[in-house]
């Protein structure tokens, strides 16, 4: 039951600040906005009720949120105010702050109850492989005079706090007077340009804004001095306490340095000097994480640490950091085959004349949530047939199905093939003659796997009969299709040449040189050869040049 309680907690708290209950504790539209996720999320963690022992025994540790409970109990009364509530809310929907930048905020607090604050950002989507999930970190941090209380930290004692994008402070019996808040951006990396979007919500009894944090004495200024009740931090050092080194003046932002030693730096991997500010040999890139190796299908720039992939008919058309896979749209161990990978949420529509090659993606693996739909029309095609020649999908979890209907059906024995896994051997399907193929592929929210590659190709062409009322023709084969010459001479007959190829020869007698039509893009060859009907007596003067369009014989374009 706790996922619907908190989801319908969630509409409740963001209902409240649509419909302006805050901050008059009194509904006003005029105090209407629309919370953020993170706001909600704020308010959510914010009721918390931590259960300190109670039915188990188990006490909150000296850091949250705690690995049994979390921040507690939810209780949304303690945060959603109304007139006879006993405390004050104060919240800020969508602040920003760019990397070293702080965000401050001096209140008036009354005592008798607790003063309690919640810091919430949505961060950026970390790297694949990274040891750290966290990509953007922001510290909350509250100065009552007496104290420096750090978030996630019971009783404000500890390191500041460096592995959530949630972060709160209690102070169960703040003093009376005046409390400052601020919140830090340790770290948000220079890609972010327009900083990192927080939220904030803070609860006190008789809570209001206030400007006189400037009295307060400085707290825990450890390397700097204090100035109006901010501690201004010594070079080198940083952060609300300048209480941390400066890795990005000290070690180029690429190490990690110590208040005790200033003068040496814990390079990151691949770096390397006595500031951090050089590559390590064999590695390239302002990251110094890339090696430069590009697989044979590339050039690498040195400077960038970037490959430029092959593209083209000769080299094959690559891609990857390290040209290590086929480009979008091409398949093959050398990347010259044309494919037709999955678009996300859309449907590819291909006709059956031609052999075509399907695939999720040529690249190392899919991503998650993916619905795709290749629907195939069999065209001039008699028979279809599909060969999965590869299929890796998440076992139970990722599905290719494959049916002959317009709309998928995903009760057992209602599609031609349903698969999950890793088959052992590839799977044919032969289509119902005249029948579309339709394959859809699924991915769920959690592992991926390569995917899955089919072939399809044109399994039975129908065979061409003579028209009504006129004898067959006594040769074997497609019978000649006689093509009028437009007052330019005899006519002309039309005979499919057994490869189908789409190109056409004509020899008008007595011209000895061949007239060659052909379908555009498709290089001249073997195709439909035309020679002229018998004429009673051959025209002395060369035969005029026509223009004549001649629609394809059935029958595919070989490769």
């Not at 600040?17 to 914010?46: C, Q, T």
């Not at 500031?275 to 990251?287: A, I």
Request: aromatic share 8%; charged share 20%; proline share 9%.
């Amino acid at each position: 039951m706790s996922a619907p309680l908190v989801a319908g907690a969630a509409v409740l708290v963001r209902q409240y600040f649509y419909d302006g209950w805050s901050p008059p504790a009194r509904r006003n539209d005029a105090h209407h906005f629309e919370a953020s996720a993170a706001l909600v999320k704020a308010m959510i963690i914010l009721s918390a009720k931590p259960m300190h022992g109670q039915g188990h025994g188990r006490q909150l540790t000296d850091a949250v949120p705690d690995g049994v409970q979390g921040w507690g109990l939810m209780q949304v009364d303690r945060v959603l105010r109304f007139a006879d509530s006993p405390f004050a809310l104060w919240v800020l929907n969508n602040g920003t702050l760019q990397h070293r930048q702080s965000w401050s905020k001096c209140f008036r607090v009354a005592g008798g109850q607790p003063l309690k604050a919640a810091l919430v950002w949505i961060d950026a989507v970390a790297a694949v492989g990274t040891a750290r999930s966290i990509v953007n970190d922001l510290d909350l941090s509250v100065d009552d005079g007496q104290a420096l209380w750090k978030g996630n930290r019971k009783e404000g004692v500890g390191q500041w706090e460096a592995d959530n994008i949630v972060e709160t402070v209690s102070i169960p019996s703040p003093v009376p007077g005046h409390h400052r808040v601020d919140v830090y951006a340790r770290h948000v990396p220079v890609a972010f340009r327009a900083g990192q979007p927080f939220a904030l919500a803070i609860t006190a009894a008789d809570l209001a804004e206030s400007d006189q944090c400037g009295v307060l004495p400085c707290v825990g200024c450890v390397h700097g001095r204090c100035r109006d009740g901010r501690c201004e931090c010594s070079p080198g050092f940083h952060h609300v306490d300048c209480s941390l080194c400066d890795e990005d003046a000290l070690c180029s932002g690429h190490g990690a340095c110590t208040p005790t030693d200033l003068e040496r730096c814990a390079c990151d991997a691949n770096f390397q000097g006595q500031r951090c500010d050089e590559c390590k040999p064999g590695w390239y890139g302002p990251n110094c994480d890339f090696d430069c190796k590009c697989g044979g299908h590339g050039r690498c720039n040195y400077s960038s640490g970037v490959c430029s992939c092959d593209e083209g008919p000769e080299t094959g058309y690559w891609s990857g950091r390290r040209c290590e896979h086929c480009s979008f749209n091409w398949h093959g161990e050398a990347c010259k085959g044309q494919s037709h990978w999955c678009v996300n949420h859309e449907v590819l529509e291909l006709r059956g004349e031609q052999e075509a090659v399907l695939e999720v993606t040529g690249s190392a693996s899919y991503v998650t949530n993916m619905q795709c739909t290749w629907k195939i029309r069999p065209g001039r095609c008699k028979q279809l047939e599909l060969t999965f020649e590869m299929v890796d999908t998440e076992q139970d979890f990722d599905f290719v199905y494959v049916t002959d209907k317009e709309k998928l059906d995903r009760r057992p024995g209602q599609n031609l093939v349903e698969m999950s896994g890793r088959p052992a051997t590839p799977k044919t399907i032969t289509l119902p003659e005249g029948r579309m193929a339709h394959v859809f592929f699924e991915s769920d929210i959690t592992n991926t796997a390569r995917g899955f590659t089919a072939r399809c190709k044109c399994l039975e062409w129908p065979v061409l009969s003579p028209r009504p009322g006129r004898r067959p023709s006594p040769r074997p084969g497609p019978r000649p299709i006689e093509v009028p010459s437009m007052g330019l001479g005899p006519p002309i007959s039309v005979l499919p040449s057994r490869t189908g190829r789409y190109d056409y020869r004509a020899t008008a007698s007595p011209s000895p040189s061949p007239l060659l039509y052909g379908s555009p893009g498709l290089s001249p060859g073997p195709g439909v050869a035309l020679a002229p009907s018998p004429s009673p007596s051959p025209s002395p003067s060369p035969a005029p040049t026509a223009s004549v369009r001649l629609r394809p014989v059935a029958g595919p374009s070989p490769s």
